[in-house]
């Protein structure tokens, strides 16, 4: 039996072409996740959803949306992804198997981690969940490579898992973030790797 699971970040429609905080090539990665699970379902033991499901203004979720000055696109960003509205859905190309485990994050805080989130209809945290399940390595992908995917990844690693990013499968916001993350994956033992990398 697998103890492997697939934890697919943030790959929503504000985080795509079109969306309030689009990142060129996320409609193309939705598109890639669905087509690599139909081909590598059985590899996982449980495939994981992550999300934003923030809370609208005048709420700035712990300081996450830009209020009183423009967005600096590290720490303060614009609206997007509130919770209920159709910017904060899975992209419609994005074809998830029966027995996701969602989780929601950033609700009324700074959450780029799915580690950080809530899971819907569950108790415990994700790792919890993980656990519960015999899950001992997790391989991640989805949005954005230089801040959600590398948070989830590094604090897979920090609770215990095996960690591996399949490159392929992300894209970014901007390269300079995108060098940084990927170094502080390495230095943290995450692996670097493409989906068909065996």
Same mark, same amino acid.
């Given at each position: 039996? $697998? ?29 890639? /996740? ?66 996701? /485990? ?5 609700? $009324? ?31 991640? /992908? ?11 990844? $590094? ?39 493409? $989906?068909?990398?065996?």
């Amino acid at each position: 039996m $697998s103890t492997r699971a697939l934890i697919v970040v943030d790959v929503q429609n504000d985080f795509c072409e079109g969306g309030a905080l689009a990142v060129d090539g996320g409609s193309a990665v939705a598109r890639a /996740v669905t087509g690599y699970l139909a081909d590598q379902a059985d590899r996982y033991a449980m495939v994981v959803a992550t999300r934003d499901w923030h809370a609208p203004l005048p709420d700035t979720n712990a300081g996450h949306f830009a209020v009183d000055a423009p967005p600096d696109f590290v720490t303060t960003w614009p609206v997007h992804c509130v919770a209920g509205t159709p910017g904060a859905e899975y992209h419609p190309d994005l074809a998830l198997p029966p027995g996701t /485990v969602h989780v929601r994050k950033g609700q $009324s805080r700074q959450d780029y981690s799915g580690f950080e989130g809530d899971v819907v209809d569950a108790s415990g945290s994700l790792a919890d969940v993980l656990t519960a399940a015999g899950v001992t390595d997790v391989d991640v /992908v989805g949005l954005a490579t230089d801040h959600c995917v590398t948070a989830t990844a $590094s604090d897979a690693v920090s609770a215990g898992f095996t960690a591996t990013v399949l490159l392929d499968l992300t894209a970014a916001v901007a390269l300079p973030t995108t060098l940084r993350a990927v170094a502080r994956l390495a230095d943290e033992g995450v692996t670097l790797t493409a $989906s068909d990398a065996g």
